[in-house]
């Protein structure tokens, strides 16, 4: 960093504020075009795009030289399936359906990925349409799974990456994707986890990126605080659903041709179409420019965890180290997540009348998912979604004064949906 960027860099942080960082907007709704790769520097992006927390998008020049750019598409400019099966045939990959609302998400599965290939070509051929939905593969650790491909270079400019080079240094996950849609293809509305910095490159096809700079989504939530699973459904103009409508910006639009990358700034809710059969790369990612973006976030989903579940403070002597797990748990494995309710649950059981009928009596009677679920809805809240709806149903129609483990389960399959609204996870994990 040259002198010039680290006093600017001084500077705004002297300055900063959570509320100048949600009320920024672009004018216009512009967004810059960086095109040449040997006069923008590292220096140039982070004084103009990670310190003000702006988006940009990156000509083609800076990832013509990428494996995946010269192997994975045809003369044409389309997948190239057959390179692609011989590469992956064998894997097996996380796919949406993007015709299906579960909540605020698209239901996932584990399909092998020759047979997605198969899927897609057919959808291709039959006019985009298929008895199937439009099925979109979604967060494929691709780059963790086969490390000796050459596929891409992260640029310089997103390399300092503190989340990344976390999981890489204990080998557990990572935050690095590959996404492979057809024509049609979506991400419902939603923000990056953990509120990181993203970046998006497209090896072929096109994207349509509909931008809310941070803060304007408070505008989106209809009047239970919910943000809209589509941004561009007709039910937002309804003031009684979504009172403060009116008042929120137009979106900053982006059409992103085949091998751009867009840069998301750090708390920027977003929807996203492919415009065409689409393939592309993703990194989420944090540093010292948006951490305690991060940070805020994290101590306001955790505040939001112990307004839950605050009625059962008393009976818990260590009630803060409680919450913390149990917030960091939102993100774990559900058996491990179903392990920790019930060791907290325990704690409290005195304090409810227990159920009428045996927990395990209750569990099997209601169709909820075993402790230890099948590995297709591993990572996903698929099942936890079904389960609520079982729950709760069952509860209703039987009158039965639930123990506090099912509370606490209950409780946490709606916070977890709340804390993946417009997401789909990408694998369970901790932070």
């Known amino acids: 960093m040259d002198r010039a960027t680290f006093a600017c860099s001084t500077a705004f942080f002297r300055d900063y504020s959570s509320s100048s960082q949600g009320a920024f907007c672009l004018p216009g709704g512009h967004v810059d075009f960086i095109e040449k790769v040997e ?93 199937r939905g439009c099925l979109y593969l979604k967060d494929w650790h691709l780059s963790r799974a086969f490390p000796e491909q050459d596929v891409y270079t992260t640029p310089v400019y997103f390399s300092s990456d503190w989340l990344n080079e976390y999981w890489d ?16 293809s979506w991400t419902p509305f939603h923000a990056d986890v953990f509120r990181s910095y993203s ?10 990126w509909l931008l809310y700079p941070a803060g304007q989504e408070e505008y989106l939530k209809d009047r239970h605080g919910n943000l809209p699973f589509d941004v561009t459904a007709p039910s937002l103009q309804d003031r009684s659903v ?54 805020c976030f994290l101590q306001d989903e955790l505040a939001a965890v112990q307004r839950e579940i605050n009625e059962w403070k008393d009976p818990m002597d260590d009630w803060h180290l409680q919450c913390q797990a149990l ?26 009348q227990r159920c009428s009928r045996p927990w395990s009596i209750f569990v099997a009677s209601s169709g909820l998912a075993p ?33 506090l483990d099912l509370l606490f389960l209950l409780l946490v399959i709606q916070l977890k949906i709340r804390l993946v609204s417009g997401l789909q996870p990408h694998t369970a994990r901790p932070f």
């Open 371 to 403: 402790t230890t679920p099948h590995p297709s809805y591993a990572g996903s809240p698929r099942a936890k979604h079904k389960t609520a709806g079982v729950c709760l149903t069952r509860v209703e129609q039987r009158g039965i004064i639930p123990s």
């Open 169 to 184: 240094a204990i080998a557990v996950d990572d935050y690095r994707f590959v996404y492979m849609g057809p024509k049609g």
């Open 39 to 131: 006069s923008f520097t590292y220096s140039d992006f982070f004084r103009d795009y990670l310190i003000p927390n702006h988006p940009c998008i990156f000509s083609a020049k800076f990832t013509e030289d990428w494996g995946s750019r010269r192997s994975w598409v045809t003369w044409d400019g389309k997948p190239d399936f057959d390179y692609l099966l011989q590469k992956f045939g064998e894997a097996v990959v996380p796919v949406a359906n993007c015709d299906v609302k579960e909540y605020n998400s698209n239901p996932k599965e584990q399909l092998p990925f020759k047979e997605y290939i198969k899927y897609w070509k057919e959808y291709i051929k039959n006019d985009y349409r298929s008895s």
């Open 327 to 352: 917030e960091a748990d939102l993100r774990s494995p559900w058996s491990l997540l179903f392990s920790r309710l019930n060791k907290f649950s325990s704690l409290s059981l005195s304090s409810l």
């Open 199 to 208: 970046w998006s490159a497209n090896i072929c096809g096109r994207k349509k």
């Open 242 to 295: 979504y009172p403060r409508y009116n008042q929120s910006q137009p979106p900053v639009e982006i059409v992103q041709e085949a091998g751009e990358i867009v840069f998301i700034p750090s708390g920027w809710h977003h929807q996203v179409y492919n415009l065409e059969d689409t393939i592309s790369i993703n990194h989420n990612w944090v540093n010292g420019c948006n951490v305690a973006i991060m940070w």
